[in-house]
């Protein structure tokens, strides 16, 4: 299965800042995605990150306060903007070919103060 | 919409104790559906996965799963278990042809030693 790089691994944020996380494969791949697993919850689907155009987001998440860039086929970053507490969670990077399993990064452990 | 129920949110066995954890899943089409286990800090990873065929899957470390397509579940078995066992257990559906998974919101297992 693909190698999934995910960074940073954690981070502690202020308050209203932002912090890109970046997800790196070393193949290519159909799809990458984007997730949260908040303290004690199941993975929530944030968005699919789309190579060369815009991310399809889930009910509940909007890109301005998630962007996302898929320039390339191995590559995708998520930015969380103007952090707030709430946003305190486990971000998680995954992949996947066509009719295939999910392959997932380490996660990034964001902890906003 | 679909979804994933696992009926069991924290389980705690003895070693050597027979384990079965419970997955349902709402969806009237045909389905692939997966078992991911996410030891302490450490990424998920796939456990075992059906696509078609014998509905018995066998995964890594001794799990099999079993589909039973009239009852719309997909439930998790190990005869014999080991304190290294313990982690979090995600059951996750994902609709043929599809490309999102949804999963359950997780099992926390914890074997005593």
């Known amino acids: 299965s693909a190698v999934i790089s995910q960074k940073p691994s954690r981070d502690i944020c202020q308050r209203g800042t932002s912090l890109t996380i970046q997800c790196q494969v070393d193949s290519q791949v159909t799809m990458m995605f984007w997730y949260r697993q908040q303290p004690g919850q199941s993975l929530t689907l944030i968005a699919t990150a789309n190579q060369g155009s815009e991310a399809t987001y889930e009910s509940g998440f909007v890109i301005d306060k998630f962007p996302i860039s898929r320039p390339n086929l191995t590559f995708s970053t998520l930015t969380v903007s103007n952090m707030s507490p709430e946003d305190s969670s486990i971000y998680l990077c995954s992949v996947q070919g066509y009719n295939q399993p999910q392959h997932f990064g380490d996660g990034t452990r964001l902890s906003i103060l | 919409a679909q979804s994933v129920s696992q009926h069991n949110h924290h389980v705690i066995l003895s070693e050597a104790a027979s384990l079965e954890l419970g997955c349902n899943y709402s969806?009237?089409?045909?389905?692939?559906l997966f078992w991911y286990v996410q030891y302490p800090g450490q990424h998920l990873q796939l456990l075992l996965k059906y696509f078609s065929g014998d509905p018995l899957v066998k995964g890594i470390k001794g799990f099999e799963a079993e589909f039973i397509k009239s009852k719309f579940s997909f439930n998790l078995r190990k005869p014999s278990v080991q304190w290294s066992d313990t982690a979090e257990y995600f059951c996750a559906v994902m609709i043929r042809g599809g490309d999102k998974i949804i999963f359950g919101k997780g099992t926390r297992l914890h074997i005593l030693p």
């Open positions: 969806y009237g089409g045909t389905v692939n």
